[in-house]
């Protein structure tokens, strides 16, 4: 499984950025829920956003009221809307989908590359 971001970049504070996700692959897969993590300099990745199968989400204390996450309705992605952005949001961003292999009956989580996000004045 292949899992791809796209939409990060540079944004001064109270801007938006809205960041996609998408997983793919050759096999067949059941995606179980998708989330978006950050990762800034120095710190350990955290959890962002998380949107599971059944339309249930969760959002870090930092981000409430902020951004959000949902899916533009194409099977298997996943959006990151992030608006009033502030300094301290400047991370890479990654996506990640917990996926249910019937083939091997298992489930995995796969992670993407990452996508640089910057809010700077």
């Known amino acids: 499984v292949q899992v791809v971001e796209s939409g990060g970049g540079l944004v001064q504070p109270g801007e938006s950025l809205r960041l996609s996700c998408a997983a793919s692959?050759?096999?067949?897969?059941?995606?179980?829920?998708m989330g978006w993590y950050r990762q800034a300099p120095g710190s350990r990745r955290e959890l962002v956003a998380r949107?599971?199968?059944?339309?249930?989400?969760e959002y870090a204390d930092s981000v409430k009221g902020r951004f959000s996450i949902g899916t533009d309705g194409a099977k298997n992605t996943v959006f990151l809307q992030m608006n009033a952005l502030k300094l301290e949001d400047t991370a890479i961003y990654y996506c990640?989908?917990?996926?249910?292999?019937?083939?091997?009956?298992?489930?995995?989580?796969?992670w993407g590359q990452g996508t640089q996000v910057n809010v700077s004045s």
């Open positions: 990640n989908a917990d996926v249910y292999l019937p083939e091997a009956n298992v489930d995995y989580t796969y």
């Open positions: 692959s050759g096999e067949t897969f059941s995606v179980l829920g």
């Open positions: 949107l599971k199968a059944g339309g249930a989400t």
